[in-house]
């Protein structure tokens, strides 16, 4: 195939533009003239003056409950209690199961109003139902959801909100709202199917060719796996799994990238704390939620590198931050000979000494640009007189870091684009940019959402770039977004096979 009359972006410095582009099978072929290529009989696509870039990557996504959510009520735009509890009354219930919802933040309704249990009986009944707050580390329950656990709602790194007398308000967060979901809000595998079907046409509609999945815990790869084996699979996946299964995974002798050519193990998950919008971001202060040490995490890197695991950390608040770093300082001499390439998720809240450990140490930033505009307001009012150093994407790249773009979707939306977009503008409401020392250039932010998952994986010299040799996942725009930034997706390529919207096109 050839795609001639437009513009290539390659992201290859040696040749970073091109007027076409050979696929030969799964690859690039060249970018040369159509007179100079030995193809035998190619297909001709006439770009008509659009625009050619690498597929995107959303290197931190949580796919299967992000394409479950798109079926749940979403709460993230209400701006109080009672407009969310009105959403509530009003969408359709479900067949069968919990009512289940997502979205809240508490801290941004107007008044702030704590949710209760009690709250939620009024328009749930004696039906179980269960929302999840916007960051995904709080989970509202009613009186009926309650129930199912019996009383026993307290482990390990989790918080039971509970009232004067000491009864539960309807407010888990952290560990407990995890493990609740994990004993009581199951989703069956058909219903993930499903579901995941559906969100992989939408992600081939925005650009996705690849993912970094973050849903281990919950049998992810199984479904991958079903989807790849059916051919539904229309992106590649990089999964993570929890980090207490590499005894298991050591067992076996798998090790990370193991996988076929679309499904791949990758790297093991440890949470350091919480998050910013419930409140359990740890911090200097003692505040927040510290799920794991810097001992720990020491001791969690060192067996992974030794059975062949990066390690991706959790890190949002400035403790949880320090406390990572420290960890794999302490521990380079063991994983860098490896090549292992570690990373931190995140990093939304780093002390100014600290930003430029990142890129002496080699550890990457696995960020999301899009939480930037998102969280603005509440990390002005809970981190007052620090934010110089959240989210601090442009100070990261200075200090030699890697800044891989993901959503965390359904915390985001799965929308590469508008992580650019919030990459560079650090605004996404009209008003000003937010701290804008700290805005990247266009070709920085796709750069985050190419060149750098790739590097993530091992595939630097492989996939992220449109050269020969490299795999032929891409996507036509129509017009040129490093011009425009609403610049809108065409079509989808992966591994030479079109998977949205193949050409002709009007």
């Known amino acids: 195939m050839i795609l001639e009359n437009g513009l290539v972006r390659t992201f290859d410095r040696r040749i970073p533009t091109q007027r076409a582009l050979a696929i030969a099978g799964a690859r690039i072929a060249g970018g040369v003239g ?89 328009v749930t009944g004696a039906r179980p139902a269960a929302m999840f707050s916007k960051d995904f580390h709080s989970l509202w329950l009613n009186t009926a959801a309650l129930a ?30 995890w493990s609740f979901r994990e004993a009581h809000l199951q989703v069956s595998a058909a219903d993930y199917l499903d579901a995941m ?38 992106l590649r996946v990089w999964q993570s ?25 990758g790297y093991l998950k440890v949470f350091m704390d919480g998050a910013l919008g419930s409140g359990t971001a740890a911090m200097f202060d003692g505040s927040g939620v510290r799920i794991t040490s810097g001992e720990e995490l020491a001791e969690i890197v060192r067996a992974s590198a030794r059975a062949g695991f990066p390690v991706a950390v959790h890190a949002i608040g400035e403790w949880a931050n320090r406390e990572a770093l420290d960890a794999f300082e302490e521990t380079r001499p063991l994983w860098a000979p490896l090549g292992l390439r570690q990373r931190i998720e995140h ?21 999301q640009f899009s939480h930037a505009p998102s969280d603005r307001d509440l990390a002005e009012r809970l981190w007052a007189g620090k934010t110089d150093g959240a989210y601090a994407y442009r100070s990261l790249r200075a200090g030699g870091a890697l800044l891989a773009n993901g959503s965390d979707a359904p915390i985001e939306e799965l929308d590469p684009l508008a992580g650019v977009r919030a990459g560079v503008r650090r605004s ?20 985050a959402s190419t060149l750098a998952p790739a590097w993530l994986e091992g595939q630097e010299r492989a996939r992220g770039r449109l ?40």
């Open 347 to 367: 990093a939304q809240l780093v002390s100014p000494e600290d930003l430029p450990r990142f890129g002496s140490l080699g550890v990457a930033c696995s960020v």
């Open 34 to 122: 159509v007179h100079e290529l030995a193809l035998p009989s190619p297909e001709v696509v006439d770009l008509g003056g659009r625009v050619v870039l690498p597929g995107l990557v959303d290197a931190h996504v949580h796919f299967p409950r992000w394409a479950l959510s798109r079926r749940e009520i979403a709460l993230e735009d209400c701006g109080s209690l009672a407009e969310a509890l009105a959403r509530i009354a009003a969408a359709p219930r479900p067949a069968s199961g919990p009512i289940r919802g997502l979205g809240w933040r508490s801290e941004e309704w107007t008044p702030v109003e704590n949710p209760t249990a009690a709250r939620l009986d009024e």
């Open 467 to 506: 050269a020969p040799g490299y795999a032929a996942d891409l996507v036509v725009f129509d017009r040129d977004p490093f011009d425009d930034l609403d610049a809108a997706v065409v079509a989808t390529m992966l591994a030479g096979r079109w998977v949205h919207n193949p050409p002709p096109w009007d």
């Open 241 to 265: 799994l929890p980090h207490d299964r590499l005894e298991r995974l050591s067992g076996l002798g798998i090790r990370a990238g193991f996988g076929s050519r679309l499904v791949r193990i």
């Open 148 to 177: 199912l656990a019996r009383g026993a709602l307290e482990v390990a790194g989790g918080v039971v909100e509970r009232d004067e007398r000491g009864e539960p308000t309807g407010v888990l967060r952290e560990e407990a709202a």
């Open 428 to 447: 996404d409401d009209g008003r000003p940019a937010w701290h804008p020392e700290q805005t990247l250039s266009v070709e920085e932010a796709f750069e």
């Open 197 to 234: 079907r559906a969100g992989l046409r939408l992600a081939a509609a925005r650009g996705v060719t690849a993912v970094h999945d973050k849903d281990g815990a919950l049998g992810a790869l199984g479904l991958w796996q079903e989807l790849e084996a059916e051919g539904a699979l229309s």
